[in-house]
């Protein structure tokens, strides 16, 4: 199958609030398909299965009161991933 060119950006879930949006507004989460560990991807670029999260605290606190991201990537997610999606979502709001 040919790959389709599009401009829109693809659309994706979030784990937590279950709204749609463009992927490229969403954090990306991703399960290396080797180890399974699952790692922060701001560059939405790593190969392995994804989730995302809308970039605000509440779909944050959501997906940690939920364990969203664990139930969409079937995987624990280390604190050390939440608290990296979360640093890159304060220097976002700072810069905007
Ligand atoms: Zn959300």
Redesign the pocket.
């Known amino acids: 199958m040919p790959k389709k060119k599009s401009l829109h950006s693809p659309i994706r879930r ?1 784990a ?4 749609t949006a463009p992927k490229h507004t969403l954090l990306r989460f991703v399960r290396d398909p080797q180890t399974r560990q699952v790692a922060f991807d701001p560059s939405q670029r790593l190969p392995g299965r994804g989730a995302y ?2 970039p ?1 605290a ?2 944050f606190r ?1 997906a940690r009161k939920r364990k969203s991201l664990e139930r969409a990537l079937n995987a624990p997610i280390p604190e050390a991933v939440l608290q990296a999606a979360q640093a890159q979502l304060e220097r976002e709001q700072l810069a905007s």
Request: charged share 25%; glycine share 0%; proline share 0%.
């Open positions: 979030c937590a609030c279950r709204r999260l809308c605000n509440e779909c959501l």
